[in-house]
Antibody, heavy 117, light 109 residues
Framework: QVQLVQSGAEVRKPGASVKVSCKAS????????ISWVRQAPGQGLEWMGW????????NYPQKFQGRLSVTTDTYTSTAYMELRDLISDDTALYYC??????????WGQGTLVTVSS | QTVVTQEPSLTVSPGGTVTLTCASS?????????PNWFQQKPGHAPRPLIY???NKHPWTPARFSGSILGGKAALTLSAVQPEDEADYYC?????????FGGGTKLTVL
């Protein structure tokens, strides 16, 4: 069955960067895209960006442009999300989601990123 | 900045029917916004329910249905079960980006 397995929890200091991985299995990785979604403690969902695993095309909302990079490695069927210049408001659970043809279906288990001095 | 608005909270009795809505600050929601709906229970990742307004995933229970209603995306739950108590989020594609609604906390009481 389709699975997205994310890397483990991370703790960073303000101003640092974090990189989260998302390994896909049981489907042809390059035929789909991956979105990244985050959820701050007790808050709602926030879409952060998307990448096509086919050609590497990306789409970021203005809020994250310049601070977020999403990439893929088609050889290992893995997507990555790197967020730079972290602040305390970036403390959240980060999810990768399979996203194609305007359908978000399979979600990773989430990776907790804590930003604290 | 586009805002997507959902009812903050709704209450429904077991066996009843409830409709959750999803509005866009840009105007009427159409099928071209490709509405998706998700259910989230505490401590769990969101579970997709509906895509492209009204299409169900293979795991979506029959009692859930999606539609466009009065310029809003809508999620209707029929014959509500106690286990349907959860947070529900809509997602719209507008202006070339995805935007989540703030979520609706559904209480089954």
């Amino acid at each position: 069955q389709v699975q997205l397995v994310q890397s483990g929890a991370e703790v960073r200091k303000p101003g640092a960067s974090v990189k989260v991985s998302c390994k896909a299995s049981a489907y042809t990785f390059s035929n789909y895209g991956i979105s990244w979604v985050r959820q701050a403690p007790g808050q709602g969902l926030e879409w952060m960006g998307w990448i096509s695993a086919y050609d590497g095309d990306t789409n970021y909302p203005q809020k994250f442009q310049g601070r977020l990079s999403v990439t893929t490695d088609t050889y290992t069927s893995t997507a990555y999300m790197e967020l730079r210049d972290l602040i305390s408001d970036d403390t959240a659970l980060y999810y990768c989601v399979r996203d194609y043809n305007y359908i978000m279906d399979y979600w990773g288990q989430g990776t907790l990123v804590t930003v604290s001095s | 900045q586009t805002v997507v608005t959902q009812e903050p909270s709704l209450t429904v009795s077991p066996g009843g029917t409830v409709t959750l809505t999803c509005a866009s600050s840009t105007g009427a929601v159409t099928s071209g916004y490709y509405p998706n709906w998700f259910q989230q229970k505490p401590g769990h990742a969101p579970r997709p329910l509906i895509y492209r307004s009204s299409n169900k995933h293979p795991w979506t229970p029959a009692r859930f249905s999606g539609s466009i209603l009065g310029g809003k995306a809508a999620l209707t739950l029929s014959a509500v079960q106690p286990e349907d108590e959860a947070d529900y989020y809509c997602l719209l594609f507008q202006g070339g980006v995805w935007v989540f609604g703030g979520g609706t906390k559904l209480t089954v009481l």
